[in-house]
């Protein structure tokens, strides 16, 4: 089954932040194609402006620690993924208020309260060239019963899931944010939005398995 | 009176288009605000600035919102939802052009035109043509 505790979330959310800034020069490149080629450099700040803030709050429930990640982009990413990404954020923790630990219900129910923060506030939906397009597989997928699949299977799942996503990105126009101006253009680029996206659930993942 | 806030990418573009609205308003009472460019003082948006501007700019009447590129309008959709005491209640973003929102509205909340009035105002410049028969 899978489970994850306040001090693994606290580990993902580190893992974001050193993942993001790894791939920090990739993001903007990405940016640069389609946007205004400053993604990787706000989801930097972003990630470390929330290793901070989080360190206060480590021994709050998860709905809080979320709910700091939320605000810490919010106030410090400076382009539209700080607003996006602090709803989903803000949203999951909502939805966690009180939990020392989570269980595939509570997963499941933070990854589709993340995905209709985000569409609420981008308004976007599948196809249109965004985070979306990475997150609303996982949340698909997050809906098959997960109870007595193993931990490693369900992992696994949700990164092929993410990637699949993500992948698909690169042959859409893009319909929403800057980079839906270039129209035909913005085709034969990822979308910088999906990639962080994948990053992110590929550490949330990657701490998950890590622990046996 | 209604105020108006202005949020760009650009504190430039912001001042300026606070500049053309309160030249046309010609009213004195009429409080417009402008925010605009990243923390750095980039073109991006800073949310805590948005916040304060929409502070500043709280009046019993309402507020309308003229926010340009789609980043400008979810950072301030994102701190209305967040306001304490309802305060977001009586703020409204109009779905317009900024330019022409914001001269439009500026013009209908100096006349003394409510809440409603002034973003239906603002919203009307969608529909204006700038070249007749274009």
Known sequence: ?212 | MVSIVIVSHSSKAAEGIKEIALQMAEDPELKIFSCGGSKGGGIGTDPDEISKALENAYSKDGTVVMADLGSAVMSVEMIIENMPGGKGHRIRIADAPIVEGAVLAAVEASGGGDLKKVLASAEAARDMRKIEGG
């Open chain 1, 1 to 212: 089954m899978i489970t994850c505790g306040k001090e693994q979330i606290i580990r993902i959310l580190r893992a974001i932040a050193t993942e993001i800034e790894k791939n920090k020069i990739y993001l903007t490149e990405l940016d640069s194609a389609i946007g205004d080629a400053d993604h990787g450099i706000n989801m930097n700040r972003g990630f470390k402006s929330v290793v901070e803030k989080v360190a206060s709050v480590e021994d709050k429930c998860i709905g809080t620690i979320l709910k700091t990640t939320g605000t810490a982009l919010v106030s410090s990413v400076g382009g539209a993924s700080g607003p996006l990404y602090g709803t989903a954020f803000l949203y999951a923790g909502k939805e966690l208020t009180g939990k020392e630990e989570l269980y595939p219900a509570d997963i499941k129910t933070a990854f589709q309260a993340a995905l209709e923060g985000i569409i609420k506030r981008g308004r976007a939906q599948v196809g249109d060239k965004t985070i979306v397009d990475t997150l609303s597989p996982v949340v698909d997928y997050l809906q098959s019963n997960l109870d007595n699949k193993p931990k490693e299977e369900i992992l696994n799942d949700m990164e092929k899931a993410a990637g699949k996503g993500k992948d698909s990105t690169k042959e859409m126009i893009a319909l929403k944010g800057r980079a839906s101006f270039l129209k035909e253009r913005s085709r034969g680029h990822l979308d910088p939005g999906a990639v962080s996206c994948y990053i992110m659930i590929k550490a949330f993942v990657s701490i998950l398995g890590d622990e046996k």
